[in-house]
């Protein structure tokens, strides 16, 4: 399955599609799924033939409807996952670790703490890089803190902490944790073809991470 790059058609949908007509929706649905297809098939591929080994990603293409947001995959292992997603604003590649009850959060407060450095370094190594810490309630999203490499100092580092820690003492253990690069529209428009590359060095730096940071 051959990627030739995004088009702009490929972002503005998520903006338009409750707009368009059936027809046009279901052209603009399959042209953004097949392109976002073609993209992490390729990223596999590249895998594979450069390790040999299996990057599995989920895939439910099949409830991309006019109510999403994004399009998406993931890899799973453990508490934390491999989460490649497009929308109207980029691509994002990240590393997400879900907590989801008072250990795991204790665990996910530990590994801030405790491998502070390693998250630093990775978080400023590029401007394209993010961090943020989303709570989860009532089937809802709510982003408590969310910091780019321009962002990153001792200060704005330790509130990451102190959110996690308030959310202990509340008994609020339903917590996401990304970290990963996000590449807006201008971005991926400007690197055409290349984005594929792109993409798989990210996907694997999060997978290096991962291991670094395994909770």
Do not use: P
């Not at 052209?27 to 098939?41: A, M, P, Q, S, T």
């Not at 497009?86 to 491998?115: H, P, S, T, W």
């Not at 202990?168 to 996000?182: A, Q, R, V, W």
Request: glycine share 6%.
């Amino acid at each position: 399955m051959e990627f030739n790059g995004f088009t702009s058609t490929d972002f503005e949908f998520f903006k338009k599609k409750d707009k368009l007509e059936k027809d046009e929706y279901e052209k603009g649905r399959n042209e953004v799924k097949n392109h976002f297809r073609g993209l992490c098939y390729e990223i596999q591929k590249m895998y594979h033939a450069k390790t040999g080994g299996v990057f599995e990603l989920q895939k439910d293409f099949q409830n991309f409807n006019r109510r999403s947001s994004h399009i998406s995959v993931e890899h799973v292992s453990g508490i934390s996952k491999i989460f490649i997603s497009l929308n109207y604003e980029g691509l994002d590649i990240e590393l997400i670790f879900q907590a989801r009850d008072e250990q795991q959060c204790k665990n996910v407060l530990d590994m801030l703490a405790n491998k502070k450095n390693i998250i630093w370094e990775q978080i400023i190594a590029s401007k394209f890089m993010h961090i943020y810490i989303d709570q989860n309630a009532k089937n809802r999203k709510l982003r408590c803190l969310a910091l780019n490499s321009f962002d990153m100092n001792s200060k704005t580092y330790e509130s990451l902490i102190k959110i996690v820690e308030g959310n202990i003492n509340e008994g609020k253990f339903n917590l996401d944790i990304g970290i990963g690069y996000s590449y807006n529209k201008k971005e991926c428009l400007r690197q055409g073809k290349m984005i594929l590359n792109t993409s798989y060095d990210a996907a694997v730096k999060m997978m290096e991470l991962r291991e670094k940071l395994t909770i």
